[in-house]
């Protein structure tokens, strides 16, 4: 995605914002290669922009557009984010003992279909240590606590990350992550929690799913806010089961809906497709 | 269907059931059609089974063919359930102002997809009496009291259905049926609940969806229990919807899930292909 | 639709059109409610671009709008096509024996779902006469000539088409039509095809499936052109099926998948969401 | 599966087979832990039948089994493949470069899902090697010989393959397998073709794909035989495209069906699920 760059605008929605914003790039010689628009209420609502567009030498171009943005978007009252698209976002990965999502994430990285570098992943177990190696990639074992204190594990983990990575995806990662560090990491974090939310909120949804005698199982991929389970929802998916399927069948089936479900939000959030509103998402 | 029937058998599992069946099935001439079974725990559980078979004069063969299933199933201790199927279900359906259900429903009757008859339809609205007679189907209208006290229009509607049904189906009917209706009924009750359950239990479904920003909108048929909205599911679906959806447009594209979906459940039941086990479906 | 405007853009692309066209709409005093645009090729494609937009007193503002836009397009050597929304295009059908197509559409149509209105339905059976005459709409019956010269019943056709409607649809209509009346009609003209093309081109598709013995059937909806089966797909979907369904049973669940695809096609193109190029389509 | 076995029996239909076959598994002390049948034609068809039971001591019973089967089914003129599924098939893997469908087999294998073992991988190239050898599979590199002519390398894989394995499966090899060698292998060949048969056949489907502008992409699972891409189909699915996804991306997004669809055949395949009639399969 050389001199490639991802223009993110919104605020209070008003007239002309478009024509403003293209007005500027065509003035500055770039060329729009997509541009998604949405307003969530006609009346009074919110305006989301996406832009990305492409021009020769754009590094160097770019403290000079982001002046020039601020000033033009300040009589709008929006606010906006410009990212250089050639320069992919750092991913740190947590997991446990299920390989699935790690795995596949992993392969999409080494196949060059998710535009992230993955610095670290560090889990609370070792046994995917050796995977994880053979795709060159760090790995760093940080067992859990015992008891309900777990902030001396938290603190390693923060250490680990801090100012090394741009985001965490939670790749079923069975550790419950408190306020504190939630707060402390200064990243977005994506989970993937392996039910159809709001259905089967908390542990075991499969297992609440057989004894419901569901038809269908999924999987959601979220951002983690400081409730669980609640946070604003990326993506979700569903395979179809039957009254055949045991307990185990079921978080078998939903394995390969959680790791397709949590690849496509994380290359969604890695392009910066994804804006947060609320408890909402906005997926351009 | 002329010349078959369905044998549904279940009980407890011991060796030996489907070959007592198939031997004495054999023994009267019957040519299997199809056969499907089930045990929901290979350690002492539960056995289903379903067999649809043909026989010449098969309406003739049933009390001999009755009486010899009790004779052989009674040492295995199981019950049995054998029903021509040259006879269609009668189905009544209950609705209101909605008409995508219910007008899916007359019309795969109209086209022979569905093995029942419709003795009626009746509607707390006459808004659908036009549409439902040009079908040649008896439409009956009883106005839903006021107040939380429903039992004068239950009676009424009891009074139409009783004797002349043998399973009701509410399409789209805004009422909430009292307990006291539903062990009156005596007959086997379908909702299509317009959510992906347990998801979004209750009133309001879309607007809760939308609220909470899933990326899937679904519907959930079931038979009616004493519970609302948690009584043994027959079937699901989905569809994708974005964050450009109003809470209106998720009703709308619902619409359409929710009429596959209940015409599968009334399918499945009209063939006795469903056998309920507590909260459960086997559906064969 | 009241005071929106729908405005689709293309040719050759070429820097700062989207600029130059929302700056023309942001002095109209006009309020941008969708932009998706699409260039088929970074170097020396094609663009394309649809623009939905408010603007109080919208039909006295468009001859203006309209002037402007050809001037401001002239330099891009882009073409235009400017669409008042509040006034609804007007659907023919054309329909055979098979009602499904033809009662869900016209269905949605009352349900408020088609921005169309229907001028009139052509069968070349009655079967359906009464079913279309209770949704209010005529309906003409112009039976098929026997022998391949069909120009008699097409020239009939034809006469009732001409000015009335501003596209037609083939909901299962059983009849091929000449190249002569495609090119009199001068209207776009859609299909429904029985199948997920290019597989099983031609007649007889389901039958052509069982034989091939597909797991999956499905349905294409495109435009019409000279040669059969071969037009600008618009929208396609498919349903699975086993060794167990016989061809009748592919007819019947493909029938259900005929309906979904057809409507959201017809749902497309009434909003000009569809812009062909060569043998392909772009779908905003 | 210790103590399963599967028996597979098919022939013209006759009356009382199920009867017969079920009552001689009850006088062995077998339970049946699943029944499917089918039969293709109820007027002079043919009967196909899967059970799979369990009995203590299995192996040693087989052998009278057989033959207790094998005078059984004699006067219904059928045939019969026992099988003790407690013994795995051995499955060869052939790929060339690209990994997904070679990487998500072995991974699924070493999760325990595939009930095969993998004795070898044999590739015409060497790039995937060190990620087969950290599965713990055998790899042999077998480079593809130039021109038309490949019976030298066909015969060192032949050789490699003989008396080693039960099946073989096709992961993506871009080689065209002669039909000597096709028969000369003596075991079922699996493929996976990257469309969704019989749309596409031969090279490069998803450019085709692209320029016939389809909005689905799919991926077909078959057996191997002598004519191109025209054997039994085990199983397909698609996935949605639009106008801007490009070739390359078809072929991405396609890559994920692929790897669902030959995981699904070769696990139906290694269960005996699969039973070949002439062109097509039934799929229990």
């Known amino acids: 995605m050389r ?26 010689e770039c060329n729009i290669v997509s541009l998604d628009q949405y307003t969530d209420n006609p009346d009074g609502g919110d305006y989301f922009q996406r832009v990305v567009f492409t021009r020769p030498h ?14 033009t978007l300040k009589p709008f009252d929006m606010e906006f984010k410009l990212t250089d698209q050639s320069v992919p976002k750092r991913m740190a990965i947590l997991a446990s003992t299920s390989d699935h999502c790690l795995l596949d994430l992993l392969w999409r990285h080494r196949r060059g279909e998710l535009p992230v570098t993955v610095p670290m992943v560090v889990s609370n177990h070792d046994v995917t240590a050796d995977d994880v190696r053979t795709f060159g990639i760090p790995f760093f074992h ?12 938290e603190a390693e983990i923060l250490k680990l990350l801090a100012g090394n990575v741009d985001f965490v995806v939670l790749a079923r ?13 200064g990243v ?22 057989k004894e419901r005698g569901v ?29 055949a399927d045991t307990a185990v069948d079921l978080a078998r089936r939903g394995a390969y809906v959680e790791r397709e479900v949590l690849s496509r939000a994380v290359t969604w959030h890695a392009q910066d497709r994804v804006i947060r509103k609320g408890n909402h998402t906005i997926v351009f």
């Open 188 to 209: 977005p974090v994506i989970n993937i929690h392996h039910s159809f939310l709001p259905a089967f909120i908390g542990a075991g949804p499969y297992k609440k799913a």
């Open 142 to 153: 940080v067992p859990s606590q015992h008891g309900p204190d777990k902030s001396q594990s």
């Open 3 to 28: 001199d490639h760059a991802c223009l993110i605008v919104y605020g209070p929605d008003k007239r002309g914002v478009v024509a403003a914003v293209t007005g500027l790039l065509a003035r500055h």
């Open 173 to 185: 990662y069975m550790q419950i992550l408190s306020n504190d560090f939630i707060e402390k990491v």
């Open 58 to 71: 754009l590094t160097a171009a770019l403290p000079e557009l982001e002046s020039e943005l601020a000033s």
């Open 215 to 243: 038809k269908l199982v999924g999987a959601t991929s979220h951002y983690v806010t400081e409730e669980l389970d609640e946070g604003p929802i990326i993506e979700q998916d569903v395979v179809r089961v039957t009254h």
